[in-house]
C-alpha cells in the first residue's frame, strides 16, 4: 500500500478538502505532512485540525514556526510577515500549541522527511538542483528523502533532476524528492500538487488536484490578507 506525502498546505482549507478526498478515494490510509500547515491562507485553524486528525506524522515548516512566534520573520518579504503576523492573532490556543509540538524530521530505514533541508532542518535552506542535493545527501543514509519548502515537485539525484510524473526509483541511487505544495504551488500550474510513495516498489508518483481556487481567493481578500497571495494561486507563481 502506497503512502501520501503531502506539504505547504498553507491554510488554503479547499485545497486540502480537495487532496484528503483524493487520497481517500485510493483508500490511502498513511498520509505524512511535510509542514508549513499555515501561513498565506485564510483558514489556519481548519487546516491545522483537518491535519491533526488526518494525517499519520505531521513535521513542521517555517511558516508554522512563524506563526508561534518561534522563528525569525524579518527576514520574510512583506507579504509572507503579513500573513504570519494575521496567522498569529487568527491562531486558537489549542493550535498554537499542537504547531508547537511538531518536529523537524521523522525517519525509519528506508526513509528520511523533512520539511526543508536534511543538513540543518532548522535554517530552511531550499533544495533547488542536483548541486544542492549532493551536498544535503552527505547526511543521511537512507535511499530517499522527502521534502517540501520550494512548493516545486521534483525529483533529484546528485547528478540529474528527474521531471517525471511517475517514476521507479532505483536501488544504489540516493534520491531527494519534492513532493509539491498542496496550498499554493509554485510550478506554473494552479492545482494541488502531492505525492504517493509505495516502499515496496519504490514507486514515486505525483498527483495533480483542482479544487475551487476562485473561493479560495475570495477569502483571501475577504481577510485583509495581500491581493498578491490570492493572485498568485490563479496561476500557480
Ligand atoms: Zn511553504
Known sequence: ????????????????QQVLKSIRSRQIEEIYCL????????????????????????LVGN???AAIGKTDITYFN???????????????????KYLNTLKFTHQND????????????????????????????QSFKQPV??????HIPAIFTAEKEISENSFTLKTEQKYIINVGSVGQPRDGYPESCYCLYEPETRQVEYV?????????????????LPEFLAKRLLKGY
Open 145 to 150: 528523502c522527502f521534502v517540501g519548502h520550494s
Open 78 to 96: 512583506k507579504h509572507a510577515k503579513h500573513a504570519a503576523l494575521w496567522t498569529r492573532k487568527q491562531l486558537k490556543a489549542e493550535n498554537k
Open 208 to 224: 495533480r488536484v483542482p479544487y475551487e481556487v476562485n473561493k479560495t481567493y475570495e477569502k483571501i481578500i475577504k481577510a485583509g
Open 110 to 137: 528506508d526513509m528520511l522527511m523533512v520539511h526543508a533541508s536534511p543538513t540543518n532542518p532548522e535554517h530552511w535552506y531550499y533544495v533547488m538542483n542536483p548541486q544542492d542535493a549532493a551536498v544535503e545527501m
Open 1 to 16: 500500500m502506497p503512502i501520501a506525502l503531502i506539504s505547504d498546505i498553507h491554510a488554503n482549507q479547499e485545497a486540502l
Open 63 to 65: 511558516h508554522d514556526y
Open 35 to 58: 509542514g508549513d500547515i499555515v501561513g498565506y491562507g485564510p483558514n489556519p485553524n481548519e487546516c491545522v485540525e483537518m491535519v491533526r486528525t488526518s494525517c499519520k506524522k505531521v
